[in-house]
């Protein structure tokens, strides 16, 4: 498993402060995510900070999680940047939260058609599978994605 690099840290000054992924982002997530063969993990803190109902973790966080493990599988596996054009949920178990509670959230490509990328994902929690989400990305050229998202390209760490 490698830990792929941020291709947006340097780019505050153009307005970086993603709530998921953002390491400056006072109120976010700071999400960081590995390579794992053809999925993208993450391994994320659910603290009490994010949760919906009494030590549970909110839907709509368990959402933005998917969502962003999306947005990065298309940085990372397709080399350019996206926008969600879908997104559905299923929960299936609640997500806990608190000190030390740990998730687990994974992604991959189920397919690609021109440039449509149809993503799926999870989030498990002492591997049981909570919830499921399946995504479509609008997937950019990578010319857009230069010109008016500053990608420059999404590397693991060697």
């Known amino acids: 498993m490698k830990k792929i690099k941020n291709p947006y840290i340097g780019l505050e000054e153009q307005g ?10 006072p109120c976010g997530l700071k999400m960081e995510f590995y390579e794992d063969g053809d999925d993208l993990v993450c391994f994320w803190n659910a603290s009490d900070n994010y949760q919906g109902w009494l030590k549970t ?3 709509g966080i368990q959402a933005t999680l998917m969502d962003e493990i999306g947005g990065w599988i298309v940085n990372r596996k397709l080399q ?21 509670v ?5 992604g991959r490509i189920k397919e690609v058609r021109r440039n449509l990328a149809l993503i799926e994902a999870t989030v498990s929690h002492e591997g049981k599978v909570c919830s499921r989400c399946e ?17 420059s390209g999404c590397e693991t760490e060697d």
């Open 57 to 59: 973790l909110h839907g």
């Open 102 to 106: 740990q998730v687990e959230i994974r």
């Open 135 to 151: 995504m479509t990305y609008f997937c950019f050229s990578q010319e857009k994605a230069r010109s008016d998202f500053f990608f």
């Open 16 to 25: 970086y402060n993603c709530f998921a992924c953002s390491p400056q982002n």
């Open 80 to 100: 350019t940047s996206g926008m969600t054009v879908s997104l559905e949920m299923k929960y299936r178990n609640p997500v806990p939260t608190g000190d030390g």
